[in-house]
């Protein structure tokens, strides 16, 4: 069964820093293209970052400069790290990877890791 485990989420203070981890596993053909998203109350599910499996990264332009997503294929992990963060990034934060099969790749989620930027 595929599962997508998060880790790494807290509260931290504006200005400062947090690495969350996605630990992919279950498909025996791996992951294409993995990210984060985030949902703040009220608001919608929002892409924050994604990275292909060769390495393409794509941003939010709300997170360019502060935030940097990267992957370990051999892990089936994926990073996010945040810096210079700001209040307005307290949201919670989802994994997302597309799994790979013969026929008909699809999308799973993780259960979410809650960060926190207090002003």
């Known amino acids: 069964q595929v599962q997508l485990v998060e880790s790494g989420g807290g509260l931290v203070q504006a200005g400062g820093s947090l690495r969350l981890s996605c630990a992919a596993s279950?498909?025996?053909?791996?992951?294409?293209?993995m990210g984060w998203f985030r949902q703040a109350p009220g608001n919608q599910r929002e892409l924050v970052a994604t990275?292909?499996?060769?390495?393409?990264?794509n941003y939010a332009d709300s997170v360019k400069g502060r935030f940097t997503i990267s992957r370990d294929n051999a892990k089936n992990t994926v990073y996010l790290q945040m810096n210079s963060l700001k209040p307005e990034d307290t949201a919670v934060y989802y994994c997302?990877?597309?799994?790979?099969?013969?026929?008909?790749?699809?999308?799973?989620w993780g259960q979410g890791t809650q960060v926190t930027v207090s002003s």
């Open positions: 990275i292909s499996r060769g390495g393409s990264t």
């Open positions: 997302n990877a597309r799994v790979r099969r013969v026929l008909n790749d699809y999308d799973t």
């Open positions: 279950g498909s025996p053909f791996g992951f294409n293209t």
